[in-house]
């Protein structure tokens, strides 16, 4: 897969032409910057859903595909976020991952009380950048 290849250093010079880094693609400091900052985004979302906001000001790439990187970005770490709040605190018995399902505690559906209620169906990215995130939005 992209991303074993990925960590393994084991990338085609075409995959890393098409991320932009060529040959820094095998740098032991590009493969750690990358994981730190998709653990980053992941962390940054496990904070909101406990403290009702949190933010991770080296996240944003969004130009990795599921399949491959593209434009300066490797991995997606908007969308491996997403996936994890879907599969984590989805709704519906969806949720199979670790904490409670509830409402956070920086707000909330009225009427729902603490601890009760709060599932992630969706997630909804908003790219302030001034083009297209392609990746992200596949």
């Known amino acids: 897969?992209?991303?074993?290849?990925?960590?393994?250093?084991s990338l085609t010079r075409e995959e890393?032409?098409?991320i932009g880094f060529r040959e820094c693609c095998k740098m032991a400091q590009v493969r750690e910057r990358t994981v730190?900052?998709?653990?980053?985004?992941v962390l940054a979302a496990q904070l909101a859903w406990e403290y009702g906001l949190a933010t991770n000001a080296a996240g944003g790439t969004h130009h990795a595909h599921s399949e491959m990187?593209?434009?300066?970005t490797i991995l997606n770490d908007l969308a491996v976020t997403a996936n994890y709040l879907i599969k984590n605190h989805g709704g519906n018995g969806q949720g199979k991952g670790q904490g409670p399902r509830r409402r956070p505690r920086g707000g909330g559906e009225e009427g729902v009380k603490e601890g009760?209620?709060?599932?992630?169906?969706?997630?909804?990215?908003?790219?302030?950048?001034?083009?297209?995130g392609d990746g992200t939005a596949k």
């Open 69 to 72: 990187g593209a434009g300066y």
């Open 36 to 41: 730190l900052e998709v653990a980053g985004t």
């Open 1 to 9: 897969t992209f991303l074993n290849n990925f960590l393994s250093s």
């Open 116 to 132: 009760e209620g709060a599932s992630v169906q969706t997630v909804l990215v908003i790219d302030c950048d001034v083009h297209q």
């Open 16 to 18: 890393e032409r098409l």
